[in-house]
């Protein structure tokens, strides 16, 4: 029997080992550290950062799974390995390598804890208006069933397995009227229903970009984060904006592969060539932005001294230890109220 995969990394290890050493480990800054004493950089294991415990376990039929975990693997994380390295060794890419490297991107700019935060801030606004839509679909079978006089479908489709949702009927059978009500919450279950539309459907808008593979220059080594993937909206060197879409016209998307080579695509633009190596100053800016697009962690090869300068560290104990605490609660807070809805 397969053991269960209940260290969740949301970046890769195969990934993060491209800027590790031979015994594969890493510089780590932390965004946030709970006092002053802590390290600027800390030398660590790929193997042991950016994993949270049950990260993506969800529940089904009353019962946990890993199923969405292995799904990241067999379906984005092992296509894209070895596509990312024949990235890295200037060998040639076949189509399928660039439909596995931009998988790849839609993947991890999918399921970190910065993106889980912005979908739920989302789905507070959302899941009202998708909670009256099943209703209606709801109302449309019960109908249909009592004049047809057959027994009514009120599943719900599209990755709905993934969406802690119960519908409650209560129409007694001579009756005209009843009840009917919807009910799920904004949680782990929302989000990884989010993800499964994202990655079965609207991915289909990304691999249609043009991609391309840059160089930096010797001057500098891409550093990369705990979100790594980057949807860039430039207006000038001090006026832009991370809230570009997958299929918004003019956004820069772009991911670092290694601190040598970038993958990178603007939506709508003729890329440049494969290797081309970028002006410093604009590599220095790629470089800046993809530290303040970091969450609570910067990797790199080398101890950068730059990073300090570009992101200070946030000196805070009480955050630090109430962020520690919710993800030590996340699993079973996350299981308990998804079970008693359903």
Same mark, same amino acid.
């Given at each position: 029997?397969?053991?269960?995969?209940?260290?969740?990394?949301?970046?890769?290890?195969?990934?993060?080992?491209?800027?590790?050493?031979?015994?594969?480990?890493?510089?780590?800054?932390?965004?946030?550290?709970?006092?002053?004493?802590?390290?600027?950089?800390?030398?660590?294991?790929?193997?042991?950062?950016?994993?949270?415990?049950?990260?993506?376990?969800?529940?089904?039929?009353?019962?946990?799974?890993?199923?969405?975990?292995?799904?990241?693997?067999?379906?984005?994380?092992?296509?894209?390995?070895?596509?990312?390295?024949?990235?890295?060794?200037?060998?040639?890419?076949?189509?399928?390598?660039?439909?596995?490297?931009?998988?790849?991107?839609?993947?991890?700019?999918?399921?970190?804890?910065?993106?889980?935060?912005?979908?739920?801030?989302?789905?507070?606004?959302?899941?009202?208006?998708?909670?009256?839509?099943?209703?209606?679909?709801?109302?449309?079978?019960?109908?249909?069933?009592?004049?047809?006089?057959?027994?009514?479908?009120?599943?719900?489709?599209?990755?709905?397995?993934?969406? !802690?949702? %119960? /519908?409650?009927? #209560?129409?007694?059978?001579? =009756?005209?009227?009843?009840?009917?009500?919807?009910? &799920?919450?904004?949680?782990?279950?929302?989000?990884?229903?989010?993800?499964?539309?994202?990655?079965?459907?609207?991915?289909?808008?990304?691999?249609?970009?043009?991609?391309?593979?840059?160089?930096?220059?010797?001057?500098?080594?891409?550093?990369?984060?705990?979100?790594?993937?980057?949807?860039?909206?430039?207006?000038?060197?001090?006026?832009?904006?991370?809230?570009?879409?997958?299929?918004?016209?003019?956004?820069?998307?772009?991911?670092?592969?290694?601190?040598?080579?970038?993958?990178?695509?603007?939506?709508?633009?003729?890329?440049?060539?494969?290797?081309?190596?970028?002006?410093?100053?604009?590599?220095?800016?790629?470089?800046?932005?993809?530290?303040?697009?970091?969450?609570?962690?910067?990797?790199?090869?080398?101890?950068?001294?730059?990073?300090?300068?570009?992101? !200070?560290? %946030? /000196?805070?104990? #009480?955050?630090?230890?109430? =962020?520690?605490?919710?993800?030590?609660?996340?699993? &079973?807070?996350?299981?308990?109220?998804?079970?008693?809805?359903?």
């Amino acid at each position: 029997m397969n053991e269960f995969r209940e260290k969740n990394h949301y970046v890769p290890e195969t990934y993060l080992n491209n800027w590790a050493d031979t015994n594969k480990k890493i510089w780590v800054y932390s965004v946030l550290v709970p006092h002053h004493k802590v390290p600027l950089w800390k030398k660590s294991y790929t193997a042991g950062i950016v994993r949270l415990s049950h990260l993506y376990t969800r529940v089904a039929a009353n019962e946990l799974t890993d199923e969405v975990e292995r799904w990241f693997d067999t379906e984005f994380e092992s296509p894209a390995a070895k596509s990312i390295q024949k990235s890295i060794s200037g060998e040639r890419l076949l189509p399928k390598d660039w439909s596995n490297l931009t998988r790849f991107v839609a993947a991890q700019d999918v399921r970190t804890p910065a993106r889980l935060l912005e979908i739920l801030n989302q789905g507070q606004q959302i899941l009202p208006d998708l909670m009256d839509d099943v209703l209606k679909h709801c109302m449309q079978e019960l109908n249909s069933s009592k004049i047809g006089g057959k027994s009514p479908d009120i599943s719900i489709q599209n990755s709905s397995e993934f969406l !802690p949702i %119960k /519908i409650i009927t #209560e129409l007694p059978p001579e =009756e005209d009227f009843g009840t009917l009500r919807v009910e &799920s919450i904004v949680g782990r279950g929302y989000w990884l229903f989010t993800i499964k539309q994202l990655l079965t459907n609207t991915i289909n808008v990304l691999l249609q970009h043009k991609w391309t593979i840059l160089q930096s220059p010797t001057e500098l080594e891409w550093l990369t984060s705990d979100d790594p993937v980057i949807k860039l909206n430039y207006y000038n060197a001090q006026q832009y904006d991370f809230g570009g879409g997958w299929a918004s016209l003019g956004t820069e998307i772009f991911l670092p592969l290694s601190p040598k080579y970038l993958l990178y695509t603007k939506i709508g633009s003729k890329p440049l060539r494969r290797g081309t190596v970028l002006p410093l100053a604009q590599a220095t800016f790629i470089q800046r932005v993809i530290v303040l697009h970091a969450h609570r962690y910067v990797f790199s090869f080398s101890e950068d001294s730059s990073v300090n300068i570009i992101r !200070p560290r %946030k /000196i805070d104990a #009480e955050i630090f230890a109430d =962020e520690a605490e919710q993800w030590r609660k996340w699993h &079973s807070e996350q299981t308990s109220a998804e079970k008693n809805l359903l």
